[in-house]
């Protein structure tokens, strides 16, 4: 079969920048756990499926002709949903060529600043991370079982339409919290959606860092923006005097530089390959607000 059909569990914010992106004919669905967003997916070019965490008739039925399978779906407690789920259905899928598994670079944990790259040490400081170490050793084992590669993207913070510092200047939400030294990689959503399918053309398995080039302290980028919009950056807030959630704390607990060389050797060259390129071109082409943030009064 060489027309893919690709089948998205958990079709969000990354799963739609990878739809709208599709450079051909290929057929793709994806899951959410809410008829209320069906329409969302149907815009974006996916087929809308109900998944929360059971495996459906309809669900098994579209595994059964998909060639290439993207999991974009954080593990639980209990362990990862769809591989509890599905694990026996995507075992014996007869057309799949090929999985993706979206993780995080939260995998990596400290290294004080210091360059990593895919070789690197996993020393998960979080519960989630911990669990999304599991979950990518879950999914490698099942693609050797199956003889089917495997490809895991261990994304940095993710930003594009409707969700960056533009958005946050805007809607009065933007903070400038300074902790000496600490920087932070992020990637668009349109370089998540290049990378998947530069892996999707060639079948490619193993590890990748989905990262932009320019790790960087987390308040120059909101400076940027400002700078763009033409408005005063918001003041800087020391880090130890900030009040955060214990999930925004547990971040800047966390400290590296994250190297990309791996999905550039696959072949993918990177869109945005710094936030100023993307900020440049969101701010000039309007785009740096998505359909759902966008106002009637700014069209």
């Not at 999914?139 to 590669?149: M, S, T, V």
Request: hydrophobic letters at 40%; a negative charge.
């Amino acid at each position: 079969m060489s027309e893919k059909r690709i089948f998205i569990f958990g079709a969000g914010y990354s799963g739609k920048a990878f739809a709208r992106a599709n450079p051909g004919a290929a057929a793709i669905l994806g899951t959410t756990r809410s008829p209320d967003k069906f329409q969302a997916l149907r815009q974006a070019g996916i087929a809308p499926l109900l998944f929360d965490g059971v495996l459906t008739g309809e669900n098994a039925e579209a595994l059964n002709k998909t060639t290439h399978l993207v999991i974009s779906i954080a593990p639980e407690e209990a362990g990862d949903p769809v591989l509890n789920a599905a694990r026996d259905a995507i075992a014996g899928m007869p057309a799949l060529q090929w999985i993706g598994y979206l993780s995080t670079v939260g995998v990596y944990g400290d290294h004080g600043g210091a360059w990593v790259d895919e070789k690197a040490a996993c020393r998960p400081v979080s519960k989630r991370s911990v669990m999304r170490v599991e979950a990518e050793q879950d999914w490698l084992k099942l693609g050797e079982h199956i003889g089917r590669p495997v490809a895991i993207l261990r994304l940095s913070g993710i930003y594009g339409p409707g969700r960056n510092a533009l958005v946050n200047l805007e809607n009065g939400t933007a903070r400038r919290l300074v902790k000496p030294g600490q920087v932070f990689n992020r990637i668009h959503c349109d370089d998540i959606a290049g990378a998947l399918w530069q892996l999707i053309g060639d079948n490619t398995g193993g590890i990748f860092n989905v990262t932009d080039d320019e790790p960087a302290p987390p308040q120059d980028v909101v400076a940027y923006a400002a700078s763009l919009m033409g408005v005063e950056p918001p003041p800087e807030i020391p880090f130890d005097s900030a009040q955060l959630s214990p999930m925004a704390r547990s971040f800047y607990g966390e400290n590296k530089r994250v190297a990309n060389a791996a999905i550039k050797a696959a072949g993918y060259r990177f869109r945005f390959p710094d936030y100023h390129a993307a900020f440049d071109h969101m701010w000039a082409s309007g785009d740096w607000l998505d359909g759902e943030a966008r106002s009637p009064m700014k069209g």
